[in-house]
């Protein structure tokens, strides 16, 4: 296998980490850009503007970009406007340094979301199928992606990154689901008929690996399981897997109050979310996870 250079922007975050660990055992050298370099392999960047950090795209193979303000956060206007913000600045100022390379890396994939489709308890949604929805996440979506399409990068194949809800060992959802277990609150939220998409970290940084290697491949993929599960069979494994016997269950006002409690917003677990892969799935990739209890107990066993 030849090693690659691959460069991760917002890459300090949770699924940047998985990434850098999964690619840098493989041998592959990665640099991430940040707006706080620590590192050997940090880069600085502000996400805004073309700088030194540029000069690495002459030398790298693989883009990926998954700078963004997290959308954890209550969307009053001056949130909504930097999760906006983070999303497009950082995609143009991407597509132009790329434009400006002699050698220009051979993939960029941007981080797009799952949240793009329109909530759904019955419809699956697929990246050619599905219907987008029409809210403030969906819209960002929606702009996020058409910001990455609407430049155009002749020498470079483009893939968007429809990311469900990713379980990891450190971060993404699992923990706070964790302490709410932990504390006797891991009940089922609201109906508990929701649908839950998401995608265990190792799948995740396969996914990416597969898309890398398969070079026919571009445009949407939607990375989640293949059946998605539901809030209410979530919850249950989490109690099962973390030996808890019981967990009160959250009508819909109290989730409502309880984000405005810890600064979020209740649509994170409240919207049905059915997604599904069928792109990765019809060419070919098999998931290692996607039976929920046998994910959640390599996840949270020490």
Not at 37 to 44: F, G, K, V
Not at 218 to 245: D, I, S, W
Not at 284 to 291: A, D, R, T
Request: aromatic share 8%; net charge positive.
């Amino acid at each position: 296998m030849k090693t690659k250079t691959i460069t991760i922007a917002g890459g300090s975050g949770f699924l940047g980490q998985v990434l850098e660990h999964y690619f840098s055992k493989q041998g592959h050298t990665i640099y991430i850009l940040t707006r706080t370099p620590t590192r050997h392999n940090d880069i600085y960047w502000n996400s805004k503007d073309i700088e030194d950090w540029a000069k690495i795209l002459e030398q790298t193979d693989v883009l990926i970009n998954l700078t963004g303000k997290s959308v954890d956060c209550r969307y009053n206007e001056d949130n909504k406007k930097l999760i906006h913000d983070s999303r497009i600045d950082a995609t143009h100022v991407l597509g132009l340094a790329i434009n400006l390379c002699e050698q220009p890396p051979k993939l960029w994939m941007n981080s797009s979301t799952a949240t793009i489709y329109r909530h759904s308890l019955d419809k699956k949604m697929t990246e050619d199928q599905g219907e987008l929805g029409d809210d403030f996440s969906m819209n960002i979506a929606k702009s996020w992606e058409k910001a990455f399409y609407s430049i155009t990068n002749p020498k470079t194949r483009k893939i968007a990154l429809r990311t469900s809800i990713v379980m990891g060992k450190h971060g993404g959802a699992t923990l706070p689901l964790k302490n709410l277990v932990k504390f006797g609150l891991g009940g089922k939220q609201a109906s508990g008929k929701q649908k839950v998409s998401w995608i265990h970290e190792l799948d995740f940084a396969r996914a990416i690996d597969y898309l890398i290697e398969n070079e026919n491949l571009e445009g949407n993929f939607n990375l989640a399981v293949p059946k998605p599960t539901n809030n209410q069979t979530l919850m249950k494994n989490f109690r099962k897997v973390m030996r808890v016997p019981f967990g009160i269950s959250h009508p819909k006002w109290l989730i409502k109050f309880g984000a405005k409690l810890i600064g979020t917003e209740a649509e994170l677990v409240l919207k049905s979310r059915n997604v599904v892969p069928k792109r990765l799935l019809d060419n070919g990739f098999k998931f290692i996870h996607s039976n929920i209890e046998i994910a959640l107990d390599d996840l949270l066993k020490h």
